[in-house]
């Protein structure tokens, strides 16, 4: 397929089994496609790039076999296996490396606020949920904005009622320290009276 004009023609778009290539002139472009999980070739769909949505599922996923294949091996009596207590804080530091990740990724999808996600029954399975497939562009992001602007509400009045709370409890603290040395002090004094006038 060719077609002349001022910027250039296509001189030839394949379509091989490793990828999609459009010639123009002198330059060459691969065809990729894009979405929620990462970039990926054209033909075959192979991922080229991640996001990090696409890297905290694969984190959970990972954990959730992790911790199960765990727990299947600590039920077999693997904690009194000896290459289990050599590697002992190996196993936990990879286990909390992964933990850390996960939370990272977490943080940084929170904040933006566009993406949730659902573990389902399946251990090896999660759903992504977003306002995006739902509806047009502007609505999401409009809703989006809109739910990040009442979460902010909530934790700044969540924070509130704790610095409140905190403040209570310190009070009541000090009225019972308070009222309790002053018990004491008087009935010091009650007791010193009696021993001298008596």
Known sequence: ????????????????RRRTK???????FLL???NEYGTFTWSEGRM???TSLYREM???VCLRLALDEYSDLK????????????NRVSINTALRTIGEAIM???????????FYLVPQADRAAIQVRTHLFSMPLKEALRKRRLELKKRKQLLDA????QKSTAYSNAVSLMRASVKRILFYTLSSVVLGCAIVFF
């Open 1 to 16: 397929m060719e077609k002349q004009g001022n910027i250039g023609y296509i001189s030839s778009m394949r379509e091989g």
């Open 58 to 60: 694969s984190a959970r």
């Open 158 to 161: 969540y924070n509130n009622s």
């Open 32 to 34: 990729r496609r894009r």
């Open 75 to 86: 039920s077999k009596g693997m904690l009194r296996w000896k290459a289990y207590k050599k």
């Open 22 to 28: 459009i010639r123009i002139r002198n330059k060459s």
């Open 104 to 114: 990272r990724l977490r943080k940084r999808r929170v904040e933006a606020g566009l």
């Open 48 to 50: 080229t790039k991640t």
